[in-house]
């Protein structure tokens, strides 16, 4: 009675600890398992009974018994649109289904210790737009797949508590293509020297002349711990820290196609040129031997340290509840710089200013009679990302995230595990131009709102031997 | 029992978890409002220097933003971008009648009506409200290059139509005022052959307005008619001749003593309608040794009473071309569901009204020479009639379709 009285109170205390909502912010994931998607991700108190918890909870791997190995994989498909404010346009997102792999193995050496290696995915986005979008011009794709590899050790403290962790290799892709916009280029020099653009000539904002893509990989390395105990007969406690990993993608490469504008120009016309002169005519040599040569690019990426703890209850007659509270610190996500090899388009900055974020995360899972598994579990997420910064290549918002899962005995050593998310968002204004200054405010710039939605299958078949 | 208890009391956490994520989202995700309307969501507006803003022989962003259509989409309660051209314009402004001086801030060159300071950086933008451009005629609406093309063609348009520019802001609404060019020039310079031939107008307007409602096919708005260019105060009747100070104005600008040739108080001369810009154009003959006279029949001096005259009946070639254009578009108005306003009611009473149109100009006026009603060119509108342009499109557009648009105070 008085731990149920406790449970209660527990339980009270935590709702009212929630943030608006909070959850994978930015471009992070957390479709490692189906176990966990399956109980919202809310894990690291309450881990699955798998060599997943390598990654969510790496110290109860010493919990595991014998040869645990995990694959599987998550699909996820985002449907989005931007509607635009000015010319009351929709421009639905073109993103194509994202796969996701995981693979993990613990094996148990003795009472107190185990080994292991996850494969995951913590980070990665593609996010992807048609050729019409007029946001095109901050991106057309945005990817980042980023795989951590994780070596595992588990240490057993006691019967009660136990440690782990373990270093982390990550390799991250990246490409980025962006349409280059006309009016923003340099016509020429005014009398007193400053710069005169293209768009004061009177192109138009928005006027493509040429596709520009941007790829490179990295290695980056970081670390990984976790800690797990039990309060007592019922109540459990664990948690986990991952630390960030910076991307240093020095072997960029940038190329750039001309894209044809269709303009021509009249007579009178401020370049000079005689009526009817094409201006793709006049671009062309800019892309055999100007600015737009293929050349070297770079760009640095932070993935944030995320930190993790929760609990969990079983004292419900054949339920597991469980609730966490994860943090990840987005906001080291401060800019990115893309840096040219051609000094005549040096660095381009894109300012970010995410704040650090939090989710809660709550989970449950009932197991019947035939030991099947029916899991259920919501994670409320906060976004990092500030209003000046919502944009095509990651229109981030308040996520709510509604999961379901099922874990189904095949034999009595392999498991199939299934779950499925559905990612909610309220929709959020954002921008589809550069921001140029820090002075530059949502109010300013922002001309639309970005539409996200997500659904998220997940299957891993789980083998104990 | 004991497990259904336990299986829906676990339902019921669930059940939590979902009223947990109805919990309030901060992040606004409203749009603008459209205080007019809602077919008021994307309002363009195409035309030629009268809806462009020019006044005074110049463009800059203050006369640009006193243009109606800005007046419309304030009251309409709709985004409105416009080609802003930085201070002091291209060309900038004539600030005084009798010197012809132009807009020069301080520090500045002395502006001429070549000088051209380019558009504003705050205005670069794909979706443009107001592509009009100063100059054009109705072909030139669907023409990349125009029959009549100018810097602010490109200025404005960037290589594109004005269908084309239109078309980008997916326009809910349009206001079209076009054609006033193919009459002006001639009908201003005594010339009237010169103007677009009906069977050429219509044509242009057609396709003109096929490929707008192409593009936007549900699109409403207002189709606006052409100016009776001879009422322009820029024309000056022959009759003013008779005034001593009169002609003893016109001779302190010429720089000489100007003299009346007598078939200007007789008829046909004395029904004559002589362009102010005679002014110019006796200096130059002046210089070029030719006598300083007004002439007001056709070649009563060889190579005089033509070009700058418009006699009685080129007045009405005028007066019945242009009613030909606005049946036109009255009833290409009819048969799209637009609405058709007629300026000439308008201009007509403003006529009426004391001090709003001089005729003839006031020659010692440095700032108002053409009235309150028109700029210091004598043919574009000043602010104040922008107003009154705005306030007659507000009373057809509500009767039209229905909306409660307000005046502009």
Redesign the interface.
């Known amino acids: 009675m008085s731990v149920h009285r406790f449970t209660r109170h527990c339980v009270a205390a935590a ?1 009212l600890a ?1 943030p ?2 909070a959850f994978a912010q930015g471009f992070g994931l957390n479709e490692i398992g189906s176990c966990a998607i399956g109980r ?1 991700y809310a894990v690291s108190g309450a881990p699955c009974q798998d060599a997943s918890t390598i990654y969510w909870n790496p110290a109860y791997a010493a919990a595991l018994s014998g040869n645990s190995l995990v694959v599987g994989g998550a699909s996820i498909a985002v449907t989005g649109a931007f ?1 635009r ?5 929709r421009y639905p997102a073109d993103v194509p289904t994202s796969y996701t792999p995981h693979l993990f193995f613990n094996h148990r050496q003795n009472d107190r210790m185990s080994w292991g290696v996850g494969v995951y995915v913590p980070y990665g986005l593609t996010s992807e737009w048609h050729n019409d979008f ?1 946001g095109r011009f901050l991106a057309l794709k945005a990817s980042i797949a980023t795989i951590y590899i994780q070596p595992n050790i588990a240490w057993k403290i006691n019967d009660n508590w136990m440690i782990g962790g373990g270093p982390i290799i990550g390799h991250s892709n990246v490409e980025l293509i962006q349409s280059v916009d006309l ?1 923003t280029q340099i016509a020429g020099l ?1 009398p007193l020297g400053n710069p ?12 493509e002349f040429a596709r520009g893509t941007l790829k490179g990989s990295a290695y980056s390395y970081g670390v990984t711990v976790g800690f797990f105990g039990h309060l007592n007969d019922h109540w459990t406690i664990g948690g986990r820290y991952l630390s960030s990993l910076n991307f240093n993608y020095k072997n960029g490469k940038a190329t750039f196609q001309q894209v044809a ?11 000079g040129a005689p ?2 002169t094409p ?1 793709d005519a006049l671009l062309a040599s800019q892309f055999t031997s100007g600015a737009l040569v293929s050349q070297g690019g770079t760009t640095e990426l932070v993935h944030p340290d995320q930190a993790e703890v929760g609990v969990s209850y079983d004292g ?4 597991l ?1 469980s609730a966490d509270y994860a943090w990840i610190g987005w906001k080291r996500f401060h800019q990115l710089d893309i840096h040219f090899a051609n000094p005549a388009l040096g660095t381009r900055t894109q300012f970010e200013d995410y704040n650090n974020s939090s989710a809660i995360r ?1 989970g ?1 899972q ?1 197991t019947a009679g035939n030991k099947w598994q029916y899991r ?3 994670a ?1 997420v906060a ?1 990092p990302a500030p ?1 000046v910064t919502v944009t095509p290549i990651l229109p981030d ?2 996520r ?1 995230n ?1 999961t379901v899962g099922l874990g189904i005995p095949l034999t009595r050593g392999l498991t199939l595990d299934a779950a499925y998310a559905y990612v ?1 968002t ?4 954002g921008r589809i131009v550069d921001r140029t200054s820090r002075s530059q405010t949502a109010a300013q710039i922002n001309d ?2 970005f539409t996200l939605a997500a659904n998220i299958l997940s299957l891993s078949l789980k083998a104990s031997f | 029992m004991s497990r259904t208890m336990n299986l829906l009391r676990g339902v019921a956490v669930a059940g939590l978890f979902g009223v947990l994520a109805s919990c309030d989202m901060p992040h606004s995700t409203v749009g603008p409002s459209y205080a007019g309307g809602s077919i008021f969501k994307s309002y363009v507006a195409l035309g030629n220097s009268l809806t462009a803003g020019y006044q005074s022989g110049g463009i800059n962003d203050s006369t640009q933003s006193r243009a109606y259509p800005v007046l419309l989409a304030q009251q309409f309660g709709t985004r409105f971008a416009y080609p802003a051209l930085a201070n002091p314009g291209c060309p900038p402004p004539i600030n005084n009648f009798q010197t012809q001086t132009r807009v020069t801030p301080a520090g500045y060159p002395a502006s001429t009506d070549s000088s051209c300071y380019l558009r504003t950086k705050a205005s670069i933008t794909d979706v443009l409200n107001n592509v009009a451009v100063p100059g054009a005629d109705v072909a030139d609406l669907i023409s990349p290059t125009g029959t009549s093309p100018n810097p602010l063609t490109t200025f404005v348009l960037g290589g594109l139509t004005q269908a084309q520019r239109a078309l980008i802001a997916k326009p809910t609404f349009a206001t079209i005022w076009i054609g006033n060019n193919d009459v002006l020039v001639p009908a201003l310079t005594g010339m009237p052959d010169g103007a677009t031939p009906l069977a050429n107008f219509t044509a242009s307007y057609h396709d003109m307005i096929a490929e707008l409602m192409t593009g936007a096919p549900d699109l409403k708005g207002v189709l606006m008619g052409v100016v009776q260019v001879a009422a322009a105060p820029q024309l000056f009747p022959a009759a003013a001749l008779q005034s001593l100070a009169f002609v003893g104005g016109l001779s302190q600008a010429v720089g000489t003593p100007v003299t009346v040739h007598p078939d200007c108080y007789s008829a046909p001369g004395n029904q004559s309608l002589i362009n102010i810009q005679i002014i110019a154009w006796l200096k130059a003959a002046v210089a070029a040794g030719g006598p300083a006279t007004i002439v007001c029949v056709k070649n009563d001096i060889p190579g005089y009473g033509d070009y700058l005259v418009l006699d009685a009946a080129e007045q009405l070639q005028v007066y019945n071309l242009i009613n030909s254009y606005n049946a036109y578009i009255q009833a290409k108005a009819d048969s799209i569901g637009f609405a058709y306003w007629d300026p000439n009611p308008a201009l007509a009473q403003l006529a009426q009204t004391p001090g709003a149109v001089n005729y003839p100009p006031n020659l010692a006026s440095a700032t108002q020479p053409f009235g309150t009603a028109f700029s210091l060119d004598g043919v574009h509108p000043s602010s104040s009639s922008h107003i009154v342009v705005a306030n007659d499109l507000i009373d057809v557009i509500n009767a039209k379709y229905g909306t409660s648009v307000r005046h502009v105070q």
Request: charge should be negative; proline fraction near 3%.
């Open positions: 709702l929630l608006a909502t919202g509607r404010d000015s010319s009351l346009g007029p009016s005014d005169i653009t293209f768009g004061q000539l009177g192109i138009a904002q928005g006027t504008t269709g303009l021509t120009l009249a007579n009178g016309n401020a370049l009526a009817g201006v419900f007659d054949r339920w509840l709550l449950a009932y259920f579990g919501y409320g976004t209003d918002q308040d709510a509604y909610w309220p929709g959020r204004r639309g709102v």
